[in-house]
């Protein structure tokens, strides 16, 4: 990384260096080949972040007109308080890029959007072999200590 990364919302113009990054990040969960994301899904997401009606935001690290990373976060409401929870939901930087404060900058940005915005709180989820991620969350989160379910369809 040569110069300091800012963190900004992502534009339209953005989708070429964009792709890439959540192509990265969905083949990091498997998600890659036979297994990738249909492109109806990643178009949908793409639009989302433009949508004034949907609560899907997305936030890009760039240096010297380089992505170097992206977040996506979305709000929801919650049965336990007034306020709207931060749900941040994608989290992924290049490879050259980690280890140089740009996942910790790209978490901030939301941190700084979600008090601007009023949230009471931000959340992610990351799967339990992430160790190196993990070291950063340690960090700037805390772990909850709460098991998630699922069940797909």
Request: proline share 3%; aromatic share 14%; with cysteine.
């Amino acid at each position: 990384m040569q110069g300091q990364s800012i963190v900004r919302p992502v534009t339209r113009q953005d989708y070429e260096q964009w792709l890439p990054l959540w192509d990265g990040y969905n083949a990091f969960y498997g998600r890659s080949g036979e297994t990738a994301l249909p492109g109806d899904i990643t178009a949908m997401t793409w639009s989302r972040f433009f949508d004034a009606y949907e609560p899907m935001h997305a936030l890009v690290a760039e240096s010297e007109g380089k992505l170097l990373g992206l977040v996506h976060y979305l709000y929801h409401r919650t049965t336990t308080a007034i306020s709207p929870n931060c749900y941040l939901q994608d989290l992924f930087t290049t490879e050259a890029s980690r280890g140089k404060g740009v996942g910790r900058a790209l978490i901030e940005g939301v941190y700084e959007r979600a008090q601007a915005a009023a949230s009471g709180r931000v959340y992610w989820l990351t799967h339990e072999t992430n160790h190196t991620a993990m070291k950063l969350y340690d960090k700037i989160g805390e772990l909850s200590g709460f098991v998630v379910y699922r069940k797909m369809f």
